[in-house]
């Protein structure tokens, strides 16, 4: 007997296999027809989850297992005949398919619930390593596609009753859900087991691992009421999650036994690893641990995080890894910033603090210059300048300043070629629009004019006019931006062209606001996605929008304060080497000093009509460009 299990025939297969089913459970106590059953019901199986596989065509699978040619119903008839002769009841030979395989198709659940069945029917009447093992590995999968099931019902209820509510719905509405997925995962995990499939394995501790994170986001309370980070019901799910992950990442062992579920593994590994220092450092627990004590563990979790990022390895989630790599160096450079900032003078810890501020400031910004992050990157880069200008603020010599403020003035001297990215997207964008703008125009007019279009076409030949668009997919995935959690406080004043006075505290405000924490971390439900999702009526478009404003108004800000920062270093290494002028020769050299910064200073003064985004751009990008010039002469001459 051949059975035909494509795709297009699976409800068809199902049907002859139950009749079949129904003539050997009449034969069950022929020891010949146990092996043949174990067969059926695991074939059974397979053809209930092919059903959902191609649920598409389910109208068409329902059909063909309900409908009875004349030569079955023939068929049928004889047998039910030779049962009753040999005294078989028909109730004892349907229970099949009232045990195991349902009468009807009805849903997806209820299909893959019945291929569980079979698999585990076929597995208790097999007697065939080879077949236990291969029953064994069919019915993991179907408890894995049953965990997972379970699993996304639960994700899209909850965003359900959140969207409805408008707020975190009650537990009970999910924990149904989440038990049942736990139960199937880990059984998965069990059959897996027996027959050492490694791949397979790895993947089930992985999903059990993505339900422990989800479960510790039901369990997280609302960003804007979080007072305190990771406590009770989620940082359990979450440490759950990790040693999920870890056993993963144990039975695979090395990568090279398989790359793709590896680095997947991993990824999420560093992802979770990376929400929960994110968590810990956002809202820091110090009412149940010393400060120095908190942020060694925000530390370990960040540097955990960070082992798991594979830079090296080339594919598309290459620029993920370098990106999020960068984010992980920017949260431990503003996390040493912090602590440099507020021990004492005299603590033993402060340079060791500084410097490793600086090592982490360095390749967050390396990275983020590599993968052409324009916002990013002048994020890290003035809180690099913030950190000189607390250096040069508390030091107490001519030399001790001086050092500190050149370092500032090379920092924004490295965001010229951003500023110049920005330049060229701002300049791409202008001619996207215009060329759509055009485009309308065209059409507008040959609706109106339709002779002007066909003496165009028939002079086509003559004249071919060809645009060609070119446009770059940025693959990368942005996480939330993160910086310094105290911001430096200036004694001096910025000025523009119109002699308009920025009070420091001012310009510290504006550095708080955009470079300042946030409390998205990554997870399921904090993803600028989600938050598109999270109940509002508003359109789709007008959403992108509003955001796409918000970045424009954010890199703006940005652009500006990279602007005033300028000003005010330069205004301050005038200041400075004016006070150390003297008719001594290294006062006549301070002198020189102070008369260069001073003539840089006023070239940073623009005119009121360069007040726009392209135009301040354009403006910074030639000043920075000019100051490097003249600071490079200076340097040769003075060697």
Partial sequence: ??????????????????????????????????????????????????????????????????????????????????????????????????????????????MLQASCCCYQKALALESHDQQKNNLQRRLGNIHNELGVMYMNLAAARYKEEVNQQQQKPHESVFQKLFTQSLYHLEAGVKAFSVVHDEANLALLHSNTGRLMRMCAHFHSPDLSGRHSGLAGQERHFYNKALSSYQKAVQVLNTRKNNPAIWDTVIWELSTTLFTMGTLLQDFPELNMKSQEEAEKEVAEFLMKALKYCDLDTPGPRQPIYQFRAATIHHRLASLYHKTYRTLPADDARRKNMLLLSRLHYEKSSCLMLQLEHPLEFLRVQLERVALSEFQAQNASTYGGKLKPLQMALDLLLQCQPMLKVILEQAQAARVSLFSGESEQAHDECTE??????????????????????????????????????????????????????????????????????????????????????????????????????????????????????????????????????????????????????????????????????????????????TVNSVLSLQQQVTR
């Fill in 1 to 110: 007997m051949t059975f035909h299990c494509s795709d297009a025939v699976t409800g068809r297969s199902l049907h002859y296999i139950v009749h079949v089913l129904r003539v050997l459970a009449a034969l069950a106590s022929s020891s010949c027809s146990v092996g043949l059953q174990s067969y059926l019901l695991g074939r059974a199986g397979d053809c209930c989850f092919m059903i959902v596989q191609n649920w598409t065509q389910v109208d068409t699978h329902r059909k063909d297992y309900a409908h009875s040619t004349t030569l079955d119903c023939d068929i049928m008839m004889e047998v039910e005949k030779d049962l009753a002769i040999l005294g078989i009841s028909h109730e004892g030979t349907s229970s099949y398919q009232q045990d195991v395989i349902p009468e009807t198709v009805d849903n997806m659940e209820q």
């Fill in 448 to 625: 109106i004019n339709p002779e002007i279009q066909i003496a165009r076409e028939q002079n086509v030949d003559e004249t071919c006019v060809s645009n060609v668009c070119e446009g770059s997919a940025d693959e990368t995935v942005k996480a939330t931006e993160y910086s310094v959690h105290d911001t430096v406080t200036d004694k001096g004043m910025v000025h523009n062209s119109k002699s308009h006075t920025v009070d420091p505290t001012e310009v510290e405000s504006i550095l708080k606001e955009h470079v300042g924490n946030s409390g998205c971390d990554n997870r399921e439900g904090c993803s600028k996605e989600t938050q598109r999702n999270s109940g509002s009526d508003v359109p789709q478009n007008e959403l992108e929008n509003k955001e796409e404003l918000a970045e424009e108004e954010e890199e703006s800000s940005l652009v500006r304060l990279v602007e005033q920062r300028l000003q005010f270093v330069l205004r301050s290494l005038t200041k400075l080497c004016l006070s150390k002028t003297g008719s001594a020769k290294k006062d006549k050299e301070s002198g020189n000093l102070a008369q260069m910064y001073k003539n840089l200073y006023s070239m940073t003064l623009r005119d009121s009509d360069k007040d726009t985004m392209s135009a301040l751009v354009s403006h910074l990008v030639e000043v920075l460009a």
